[in-house]
């Protein structure tokens, strides 16, 4: 292996295999049901990319670089999407990156991918990778290939040349190393096994302390191409070590009889870590171990002129927990009862424009064709709406004033008085066109009042034990976004830590956010909201969110008749309503 996988300081943490991602596959089972209920036919298939690379130029004066590779797939109008990063691998050359990337494969589209490698500065080493700014690291290359490409290849391996262009010679690029791409067929499975295991009689490759242990996982591919699945914590000066709980899928590992490679290695900050033995071991056979409770030896390879042999160790590998348990899916609750509510809020403020005049963002066009909030509405309602069987939504406006009445940042959308459900899509649309000659663009832009309405709801669902989680959809333009200080200039949330408040509060109850930003605003700053970017919200009183609720995506990032639409508004909330019913223990059935 020779490196060391992980996206905090020291790379000493646990990579893969931890109890939060043992289900990653809930967003890959919504986008296949969003397919299915569209009666799509094509090829398509939920494909697992793996990266590695060689050769990488070293940018680091006293070390090796520390890449971190960058995955992303081009629109039709060459626009990027980002759809991950991999973890940091600290001083190496020749990383292989334990995260991998799920794309749905479709037979009859392009489907390009760019995948860049990026140096990230030690600085930022302790910092999760989703809020790694990468304008500010140095980036080691760039390559791009096809994801048919890679699907159509022998062992479905592809290699590509990395790339730079050269800084005194613009138009000229310079081969930086090479990146390969694997590729395999996700198989969705509910079985997780969860593994306790520890090591005996290490041996020591330190001079004045103990080693410094971890293991690595490895599943060998029916081609025999071995990929790294998961990495333990790093325990220091320990012989006797016993890692943390390791949680694996069987769609990560293949099947139970697949074999696993476990490598132990003792830890050198220096990324060049020693390998103190290995054994291979099926999860079926690692079962075997722990109810005999047989040990087995670890070994290390050597080679005798054409010979491959072994050196058998008298470390061993000791299994101290092995258990299976089922992990019910996001389609199973749905199939047990459980219904998916759709609400959504639509941003009424001054700086949307004059909905009479061309240029704004409200002008309903005579000749039928859709503005951006109408474009939102069909598109992102559109995926959203298959969830919910009723097709009654709650639908509010917020930062203008009705007639002869205060500004509200909560109304509802089909003006009445005593209720906020519409029909349907259609009927979002009917009431949103209504609304507009009814009311006065104001300001300024707070979503506190609609998530509270919100809440309130699911928290009326959770009190007369309904089977119920609910989606709002917030639809806003900030057109001059600066939510760091208060400003009279509308369309700013003026109130962060009112939002804030109202956020975290949210997150104890079944409900998820989804912010579409429509316009052409830079909505960099929006993502403070999202905990994807960075820590959990916190509320004024110091309270931290129980969880992930929030998701941000700007309306012009989803592609309209592409596969990006569904993955981007299906990549986190089948994983949050997940979270939900599982920290309270609920099951698909009542």
């Avoid at 890449?67 to 050359?93: F, H, Q």
């Avoid at 008298?314 to 199939?335: C, G, M, W």
């Avoid at 316009?519 to 700053?525: L, M, P, T, V, Y």
């Amino acid at each position: 292996m020779g490196n060391c996988c992980s996206d905090v300081a020291g790379g000493q943490t646990a990579v893969g295999g931890t109890n939060s991602s043992a289900a990653a596959n809930a967003s890959n089972e919504a986008v296949d049901a969003f397919f299915k209920s569209r009666g799509y036919n094509g090829l398509y298939s939920q494909i697992e990319l793996s990266l590695s690379a060689t050769d990488l130029r070293d940018r680091d004066v006293l070390s090796k670089s520390d890449p971190m590779a960058v995955l992303y797939i081009k629109g039709s109008d060459g626009s990027l999407r980002e759809l991950g990063r991999t973890e940091v691998v600290l001083n190496s050359l020749s990383p292989k990156w334990i995260k991998k990337f799920t794309v749905t494969y479709q037979f009859e589209m392009v489907q390009n991918l760019v995948l860049r490698v990026y140096d990230v500065d030690t600085q930022f080493h302790g910092m999760d990778v989703k809020a790694i700014k990468l304008e500010e690291q140095q980036l080691l290359g760039v390559a791009t290939c096809m994801l048919s490409e890679i699907a159509a290849k022998l062992y479905r391996t592809v290699t590509v040349d990395l790339a730079r262009e050269e800084v005194s010679a613009p138009g000229h690029t310079r081969k930086c190393g090479q990146l390969t791409v694997y590729a395999e067929e996700s198989v969705a499975s509910k079985t997780t096994v969860e593994l306790i295991l520890r090591c005996s009689d290490l041996e020591s490759k330190d001079l004045f302390s103990k080693s410094d242990p971890f293991l690595v996982i490895s599943k060998a591919t029916e081609h025999g191409i071995l990929v790294p699945i998961c990495k333990t914590e790093v325990l220091e000066n320990d012989h006797e070590p016993t890692w943390k709980p390791i949680f694996l899928s069987i769609q990560q590992v293949g099947s139970k009889d697949s074999p696993l490679l476990i490598e132990c290695f003792d830890f050198n900050s220096n990324g060049k870590h020693a390998l103190l033995g290995k054994v291979q071991k099926s999860l079926a056979e690692l079962e075997k171990l722990h109810s005999t409770g047989a040990v087995e030896n670890l070994f290390i390879p050597t080679s005798v002129g054409q010979n491959h042999q072994r050196k058998v160790l008298k470390s061993q590998l000791i299994v101290d927990k092995y258990s299976e348990n089922i992990q019910h899916t996001f389609l199973d609750y749905l199939a047990g009862g459980y219904e998916l509510n759709f609400m959504v809020a639509i941003d009424f403020t001054a700086s949307n424009g004059n909905p009479r005049l061309p240029d704004s963002l409200h002008y309903i066009d005579p000749s039928g064709r859709p503005n951006a909030y109408q474009r939102a509405i069909l598109e992102v309602g559109g995926v959203l709406q298959f969830y919910d069987y009723d097709k009654k939504f709650p639908a509010w406006g917020f930062g203008a004033r009705p007639i002869d009445g205060p500004v509200s940042h909560c109304f509802n959308l089909n003006g009445s008085s005593t209720y906020c459900e519409v029909e349907g899509i259609h009927g979002i649309m009917v009431a949103y066109a209504n609304a507009l000659p009814n009311v006065s663009l104001a300001g300024p832009t707070l979503f506190g009042h609609v998530v509270m309405q919100a809440a309130q709801i699911a928290s009326g669902s959770v009190a007369r034990n309904e089977r119920k989680y609910f989606v709002l959809l917030i639809i806003t333009n900030l057109s001059e976004v600066c939510i760091f200080r208060i400003t009279d200039i509308d369309g700013v949330i003026t109130d962060l830590q009112e939002t804030k408040d109202a956020f975290v509060m949210a997150s104890d109850l079944p409900l998820s956010i989804l912010i579409v930003g429509v316009g052409g605003a830079d909505f960099k700053e929006m993502e403070i909201l999202d905990a994807d970017k960075g820590e959990r919200l916190e509320s004024s009183s110091g309270r931290v969110a129980s969880r992930d609720i929030v998701q941000f995506v700007p309306f012009r990032d989803v592609q309209s008749g592409e596969d990006s639409v569904v993955q981007s508004l299906l990549a986190e909330l089948p994983t949050q309503f997940l979270t939900y019913v599982r920290a309270r223990g609920l099951g698909p059935t009542a």
